[in-house]
């Protein structure tokens, strides 16, 4: 997203009402799909397995990546906050995709600490979270979140 804010293609997508549209409903697709697969999860729970985990059929490497570009590539918002955020520190006098991969990379840097503690928390909480009960309540409030997300999306206006 940096990337292509940095490069003014952002400014294409947000200048074009139809395209945002499309981006943005498609973005809120994939979250209701996500909700929808979590809520399916809340039904028969298992509680998370920490033991010989394997990866399932459903969920394989290339099935987290792929969800994983998915879910970062159509939602508009990084979009947006990119657009309004990034040119406050941009000096024009030197190159806009230099600065604007900088501060991507600074902001990527942050979120990689965040997301190093947050999974060492989850491993130090691993027995709590092992329950089927603990599990069930995680995904249907994740389901009905990202349900409502995906509802609120596909319903504002621009």
């Given at each position: ?14 200048g ?41 059929k459903?969920?394989t ?32 006098s ?14 990527f840097?942050?979120?990689?600490v ?6 060492l ?30 509802a609120?999306?596909?319903?504002t206006?621009?």
């Amino acid at each position: 997203h940096a990337t292509l804010s940095a490069l003014g293609l952002s400014v294409i997508l947000l200048g074009s009402a139809n395209l945002f549209t499309a981006f943005k409903l498609l973005g809120a697709a994939y979250l209701v799909y996500l909700g929808v697969q979590a809520i399916r999860s809340a039904i028969r729970p298992t509680g998370m397995s920490f033991k010989d985990a394997k990866p399932s059929k459903a969920m394989t490497g290339w099935g987290s990546f792929r969800q994983g570009i998915l879910s970062n590539v159509l939602n508009p918002k990084p979009i947006i906050f990119y657009m309004a955020f990034l040119p406050q520190f941009i000096d024009p006098s030197h190159s806009a995709l230099a600065q604007s991969l900088f501060m991507a990379s600074l902001h990527f840097v942050i979120a990689m600490v965040w997301q190093t503690f947050l999974a060492l928390m989850v491993h130090k909480a691993r027995v709590w979270l092992a329950r089927p009960r603990v599990a069930q309540v995680l995904d249907s409030v994740t389901g009905l979140l990202l349900l409502g997300f995906g509802a609120k999306l596909a319903l504002t206006q621009r």
